[in-house]
């Protein structure tokens, strides 16, 4: 098979093709500015052999898009998972608008993912165009929810990922166009704490403080961080008490853990569940669940990255691996199917005010996807 697309590609017509779908900001809870994105991306399949399956959104979230090729279908093939939502809320991009600066192009979500997402939509344009059928069908799933966990589209990719033989995932590359081949696990906890109230100054004695306990619980929490084995657990919200002079009745944290493997998962989550008050006429009560399991390397893994990586060697760059501490929809699939995640745009910036995608990066990872669309069987 030929190394690269029979046609040139034309690195300045894929940029403004980015460019046309970062200009519409899509923050997670704008459901209809998303579904207006996921109308535009739809609308990008007309004419190629595909069948699109719009799964309309819910719980304030908006529409994930479902395109399949028309050839492949009866068999395990190649399932791409991108998402349309971004962090930045409506208006951001009248801070950060698209505009280009050197080998920088600027724009919210346009290195977290519209950049990936739209080059894998390419390579699939390219594919079609060059009258090819890949040897496997190809999926690709957008979703309107990663940002807050994909909390309405888990199952959805969770089923097309049980169908699928490979996994690739558009998230941005890491360290200068590294590809991701594992992550940690990520757990979400809401403590509540519940004490007794009474005037601090007249009659301290007959309070027990919710906020005393909080520090305790938190003191407990930290005290599970193991850097050198990847474990943190991190209370990134506290609350508590109505008045600097009443013994606080109630307080409550919400706590974020990750994780290498899911037996650090099955070890802490049970300590954290069932944490208890240290106070007596105090109760402490914590809910949360894994939301994404860990990412391990696998052996089906790492024979998926090792393809990937002579492909890129061929067309002319290193692919090297690496591992990310954040979660992505590759959580979800890669405890039972080949996962490589990180193949989109490189560049640097997530979910800040100089988020930017390095047009470098372009060329060499649309024909990476494309390569893996024609050889992965």
């Given at each position: ?98 505009h280009v600066k050197d080998d920088s192009a600027f724009g ?270």
């Open positions: 098979m030929p190394i690269a697309t029979a046609r040139p590609l034309d690195p300045d017509a894929i940029l403004d093709g980015i460019r046309r779908w970062v200009e519409i900001e899509t923050p997670t809870d704008a459901p209809d500015q998303v579904n207006k994105l996921a109308s535009i991306v739809a609308d990008g399949y007309r004419g190629l052999p595909a069948r699109l399956d719009r799964v309309a959104g819910h719980s304030g979230c908006g529409d994930h898009l479902v395109v399949r090729s028309s050839w492949g279908q009866e068999r395990p093939g190649i399932l791409v998972l991108s998402h349309l939502d971004t962090v930045h809320p409506l208006g951001f991009i009248g801070r950060l608008p698209f919210p979500g346009i290195y977290d993912m519209k950049g990936g997402a739209y080059l894998a939509f390419h390579a699939f344009r390219e594919l079609c165009a060059n009258g090819e059928h890949s040897p496997l069908g190809i999926t690709h799933l957008y979703v309107s929810d990663e940002e807050i966990g994909s909390l309405t589209s888990r199952a959805l990719i969770e089923a097309e990922g049980r169908k699928a033989k490979y996994v690739l995932v558009t998230e941005p590359a890491r360290d200068g166009g590294k590809i991701v081949t594992s992550r940690k696990g990520v757990a979400r906890f809401e403590v509540f704490i519940r004490g007794v109230p009474s005037h601090a100054g007249t009659r301290p004695q007959d309070g027990r403080s919710a906020i005393r306990e909080l520090g305790s619980v938190i003191q407990t929490l930290e005290a599970m961080n193991d850097l050198s084995r990847g474990i943190t657990v991190n209370v990134g919200v506290v609350r508590g008490g109505t008045k600097p002079n009443v013994i606080a009745e109630e307080a409550y944290a919400e706590v974020d853990m990750r994780v290498p493997t899911l037996a650090d998962a099955e070890a802490l989550m049970p300590k954290i569940l069932g944490l208890t008050a240290k106070t007596e006429g105090v109760s402490v009560k914590v809910t949360g669940e894994l939301n994404r399991p860990p990412f391990e390397k696998s052996p089906g893994g790492t024979a998926l990255f090792e393809h990937a990586k002579a492909l890129a060697a061929d067309i002319g760059f290193e692919l090297r691996d690496s591992y990310s501490g954040g979660g992505s929809d590759g959580n979800f699939t890669a405890p039972f199917t080949a996962t490589l995640d990180g193949l989109g745009v490189d560049g640097e910036g997530a979910h800040t005010h100089y988020e930017q995608m390095y047009i470098s990066s372009i060329e060499p990872r649309t024909r990476l996807l494309y390569r893996l669309y024609q050889t992965l069987q």
